[in-house]
């Protein structure tokens, strides 16, 4: 066979190959409504087992936060301790806080903590006093210790102050803000801070 005739017989195959190829393409568009589209079964077959695998790793590692939980990072910040308080109340070394948002004068911020079964905060530790001025910023607020007249300063407890820290002023009622504790006239209208045992 020569060279002319491989090429004749190469052309007359490609023909008739094409024409079933032309044939089958007008068959698939009359079985088949536009837009569909034919998946070979392999590859569909391929794609669940993936999903699959991909859904089951996804659940296994969900669930696996709840069976570690030391793996699992708290988000609370390293120096508050939780503690069964009442909501808006902070809880801290077994006490509860609850930081006013309105203004009152010393006496009847008093009062309100009462309602609360609390009492304007007693602060009786170097850490306690650090932890509370995070919350009060510059903001002068009331705390539960008060001088009346020629007595002894005391907590709102009963408990003689026993000059542990640094008292500035020379009025009755002491306030606590971000810097310091100090004294101010008992009338003024400040917010203030109510503590009481958490349960």
């Keep these: 066979m020569n060279s002319e005739d491989f090429s004749a017989t190469e052309t007359s195959s490609l023909h008739l190959k094409r024409e079933p190829q032309s044939h089958a393409a007008g068959?698939?568009?009359?079985?088949?409504?536009e837009g569909s589209i034919q998946v070979p079964i392999p590859?569909?077959?391929v794609n669940v087992v993936f999903i699959t695998t991909l859904i089951i790793a996804l659940v296994?590692?969900?669930?696996?936060?709840?069976n570690c939980?030391?793996?699992?990072?708290?988000?609370?910040?390293?120096?508050?301790?939780?503690?069964?308080?009442?909501?808006?109340?902070?809880?801290?070394?077994?006490?509860?806080?609850?930081?006013?948002k309105k203004t009152k004068n010393w006496t009847l911020a008093q009062n309100s903590c009462s309602k609360h079964?609390?009492?304007?905060?007693?602060?009786?530790?170097?850490?306690?006093?650090?932890?509370?001025k995070q919350y009060v910023s510059r903001a002068e607020h009331w705390i539960g210790l008060r001088n009346e007249a020629g007595q002894t300063w005391k907590w709102s407890n009963g408990?003689?102050?026993?000059?542990w820290f640094n008292l500035t002023g020379?009025?009755?009622?002491?306030?606590?803000?971000?810097?310091?504790v100090s004294s101010t006239e008992c009338d003024k209208n400040l917010h203030w801070i109510c503590s009481k045992p958490s349960k």
């Design 27 to 33: 068959t698939y568009s009359a079985t088949y409504h």
């Design 60 to 66: 296994a590692l969900s669930v696996g936060q709840y």
């Design 117 to 132: 079964d609390a009492t304007l905060a007693v602060i009786d530790s170097k850490e306690d006093m650090s932890f509370l």
């Design 170 to 180: 020379s009025e009755n009622c002491a306030v606590l803000n971000s810097a310091e």
């Design 69 to 100: 939980p030391g793996q699992h990072v708290s988000s609370a910040p390293p120096n508050i301790h939780v503690f069964p308080c009442s909501d808006d109340w902070i809880g801290h070394k077994g006490k509860c806080y609850l930081i006013s």
């Design 43 to 45: 590859c569909a077959v």
């Design 159 to 163: 408990q003689e102050f026993n000059n």
